[in-house]
């Protein structure tokens, strides 16, 4: 789906309500216990938004989205939501001019989304290898298994809707 | 490739990323309150972060109660109640010895209370990513909250506010490692500097570090902040539960146990005003 081809809203409009829960979830206290290593499902989100809707969907995703998490974690100032725009943008781009939207270059543009948002997420610790080593690196590992799921999910609530519409 | 680089959209992104940049540079020399794109959508989503928060508190009572049964639970409230009020006696009590014994200026810690200004905060979401377990509170500047505050519990010290939204703000814990804290052993009075360290925030656990060789601090001690920073003389960091040489042979580190049981806090209580917090604002 590029930027020329109309995004279907009812997609987009189900996609976010996931996405809002997603977020409540993440970071509700207690709700999956007390874990010391949570991926970030918000940057694997960002990622998705820019992949199935387009540079300027991802864009404006990853805008609120970075915002909403820059809301509720502590010392990161606007770091979220430059980053997370930045990369739901650039993954628009990415689908629309350098790759295809399958899930063998999911693999690729998700590694490379972990690995800008992490380094910079060190970058903000003042480039702290201690929490990197015991803490961040982990972060990032799971966050990229996360990520894959969560691509499924997206791509399934797309399709289901693309098929709707052909029918 | 050139296309993409003159698009008016590339453009636009350019822009929002500058504003946002300068707007966090601003913000980042000034400190305080948090970005307004944060502040709305904070705002926004604090209602439903507060009910998903409530509904997780009643899960998870309802699960515990289920698991462990009523009475058990009870008990075991009872049980801290107890501890608090052992920990806070054993606080005051080497807190009158020393006055006796030593220095007749050194003020008591209910004495010290008096100035305090509270405010009642609970806790509507934690950042899960974080080693460091910050969370948000359903208190902010429309409260009379203010950065630095500092944020406890009866139990002891939980941390500060780092960051203030109009109506939420977000704790930094002494489980972080961003944090730094004047800390003495509430019995010997020898001093150090309590540190998070994230291998050891996910069991509640801190470090003091700088410890002098000669020191005589031993287990079970109590820990209190030593005053002089963002946060008032005497409140219990948490108890030495072991200690050792640190990699430079050069000084002692403890490991804590936090007084206040930061992983599973609800309610806490922000201290808005104590005398002597001016004067580092």
Redesign the interface.
């Known amino acids: 789906m590029n930027r020329n081809s109309k995004n279907d809203e009812i997609a987009v409009v189900s996609v976010s309500a996931m996405y809002?829960v997603l977020?409540?979830?993440?970071?509700?206290?207690?709700?999956?216990g007390?874990?010391?290593?949570?991926?970030?499902l918000m940057l694997a989100a960002t990622v998705c938004a820019g992949m199935f809707f387009g540079?300027?969907y991802g864009?404006i995703f990853g805008?609120?989205i970075g915002?909403?998490v820059?809301?509720?974690?502590?010392?990161t100032?606007?770091?979220n939501?430059?980053i997370m725009?930045?990369i739901g943008?650039f993954c628009g781009?990415a689908v629309e001019?350098f790759i295809n939207n399958n899930f063998k270059s999911v693999f690729l543009v998700m590694l490379a989304a972990v690995i800008v948002y992490f380094f910079g997420i060190y970058a903000l610790?003042g480039f702290?290898s201690?929490?990197f080593k015991?803490?961040t690196f982990h972060?990032a590992v799971i966050t990229y298994i996360f990520s894959i799921p969560l691509y499924a999910a997206v791509w399934f609530i797309v399709n289901l809707r693309k098929n709707h519409l052909r029918k | 490739m050139r296309f993409f680089l003159k698009s008016r959209r590339f453009k636009i992104i350019c822009g929002v990323t500058a504003v946002l940049l300068t707007v966090s540079l601003v913000l980042g020399i000034f400190g305080g309150s948090m970005t307004p794109q944060a502040g709305i959508v904070g705002s926004v989503t604090q209602p439903f972060r507060s009910f998903a928060s409530y509904v997780s508190d009643v899960f998870s009572e309802i699960v515990t109660k289920y698991n462990s049964g009523d009475e058990l639970l009870k008990e075991n409230e009872k049980l801290q109640k107890r501890v608090d009020e052992l920990t806070s006696q054993v606080v005051d009590y080497n807190e009158i010895k020393k006055d006796n014994e030593y220095l007749r200026d050194f003020l008591k810690l209910k004495e010290d209370n008096d100035d305090f200004l509270f405010e009642k905060a609970t806790l509507i979401s934690r950042d899960n990513s974080d080693s460091g377990y910050s969370f948000t509170v359903n208190k902010g500047s429309v409260n009379g909250i203010s950065q630095y505050d500092p944020v406890i519990t009866s139990s002891g010290l939980v941390g500060y506010i780092s960051e203030v939204g109009p109506g939420f703000s977000k704790v930094t814990t002494i489980l972080s490692e961003k944090i730094s804290i004047g800390a003495l052993d509430n019995r010997t009075s020898d001093v150090g500097v309590v540190e998070g360290s994230c291998e050891i925030s996910e069991n509640g656990k801190t470090l003091m570090k700088h410890l002098s060789r000669s020191c005589s601090v031993a287990l079970n001690d109590i820990i209190v902040t030593s005053g002089g920073g963002i946060f008032p003389k005497g409140l219990a960091i948490g108890t030495i539960e072991s200690l050792e040489t640190s990699d430079d042979q050069t000084s002692i580190t403890a490991t804590l146990k936090t007084s206040a049981d930061i992983l599973d806090v609800k309610d806490v209580m922000i201290i808005t005003y104590f005398d002597g917090q001016k004067s580092i604002k």
Request: proline share 2%; glycine share 2%; charged share 10%.
């Open positions: 809002f977020y409540i979830l993440q970071y509700t206290d207690n709700i999956f007390n874990f010391s290593e949570f991926p970030q540079d300027k864009a805008f609120v915002a909403a820059d809301a509720v974690s502590a010392g100032v606007s770091y939501t430059v725009l930045l943008y781009v001019y610790n702290n201690h929490l015991n803490h972060v």
